[in-house]
C-alpha cells in the first residue's frame, strides 16, 4: 500500500501530554493544514464546508498493541473498541472546523492532532452521510472519567 | 507507510456500478468483516457499540484526479470536496451498523463497501466524537440530483 504524505498538520500540541484526546475537546484550538502543492487543485470548493474530516497518520504512536486502557476507562479494552492511536495500521481521524482555506493552506480549529503530523487525506463533513443516532456505544457509555488531554501512553 | 492490511471486507457488491454511494443509501444491506487472527484479540469490547467506523483501501479505484464530477452533482470539484475515491491516497470510510462480532468475524450492515475489500481500521462510532451541526456543507446544499448508487467512473 502505497500511501503518501500529501501535506503537514501544524498545531500548538507539541508533545501527546496535554493534547486534547478529541476535536471536542479542543473546541477553538488552531491549526494550520499545508497541503503540498502538487495536490492544492483538490482543495478548491472546500471552504463551502464548515467541517472536514482529517485523515492523517498518527506518527509518534507507540507500537499497536491489542488491549489497552482508554484514558476515560481504568480496564483494558480492545484497540479496536477504542481510539488510541496505538493500532496496527496508525491512522487517524478527527472531524474539525474549517476556518478558510487560502492558496494551499487551511486554517482549522477544534485541533486535537500533534504538532508536524503527517496529511493523508481530506473529505467533507457532511451530516446526511456522518451522523447517526445510535442507541449502545460500548463501554463508553459507562465511563465517568473527565479526561480531556492526553498523556504519554500511546504517542510519543 | 507501511500500512497492512487487517482483514477483508466481504459484500454482495461485486462492481461499481449499482453499489451504493453512502450507509445511508445501503440500508440493511449485509456484508461480513473478517479481521486476520493476529488481530482479533482486539475486537474484545467493540460488540457493544451500534455502529462502527470502517476504514478501509479503495483497491479498484481509479487513479487520483484533483478535480472529479460527483455522483450528485454535474461540474467538476476539488477531490477533496467530494468522497470520491479517486483520491491521493484511496482511503475509504463507511459508518456502518454492527450486528454481531463472533470470533474474527463482523456481521455488518448498511455496507456501501465493494466485495473483498482490504480492511485497514476498525473504530467506534462515538456521536459525542462524530455528530457535529454545520450550517453549510458546501456544494452538497445545492446539489438536487438523487443519486444513491455508484457508476464506474471511479472505481474498477
Chains 1, 2 share one sequence.
Not at 68 to 78: C, F, L, M
Not at 94 to 99: A, E, N
Request: contains cysteine; aromatic residues 8%; charged residues 25%.
Amino acid at each position: 500500500m502505497n500511501f503518501v504524505e500529501i501535506g503537514r498538520i501544524l498545531t500548538p500540541h507539541k508533545q501527546a501530554a496535554g493534547t486534547p484526546i478529541q476535536p471536542t475537546c479542543a473546541t477553538g484550538i488552531e491549526g494550520t493544514v499545508v497541503v503540498y502543492p502538487e495536490y492544492a487543485e483538490g482543495l478548491k470548493d472546500l471552504d463551502g464546508f464548515d467541517r472536514i474530516w482529517l485523515v492523517f497518520l498518527c506518527h509518534r504512536a507507540t507500537p499497536a498493541a491489542m488491549h489497552v486502557i482508554p484514558y476515560r476507562d481504568t480496564v483494558q479494552r480492545g484497540i479496536f473498541a477504542t481510539r488510541a492511536p496505538a493500532r496496527p495500521n496508525p491512522i487517524g481521524l478527527s472531524c474539525v472546523r474549517l476556518g478558510g482555506v487560502v492558496g494551499n493552506r487551511l486554517t482549522v480549529f477544534d485541533v486535537d492532532i500533534l504538532d508536524g503530523t503527517p496529511l493523508l487525506d481530506i473529505k467533507p463533513y457532511v451530516p446526511e452521510y456522518d451522523t447517526f443516532e445510535v442507541q449502545r456505544c460500548g463501554w463508553i457509555d459507562q465511563a465517568d472519567r473527565e479526561v480531556r488531554v492526553a498523556d504519554s501512553r500511546f504517542q510519543r
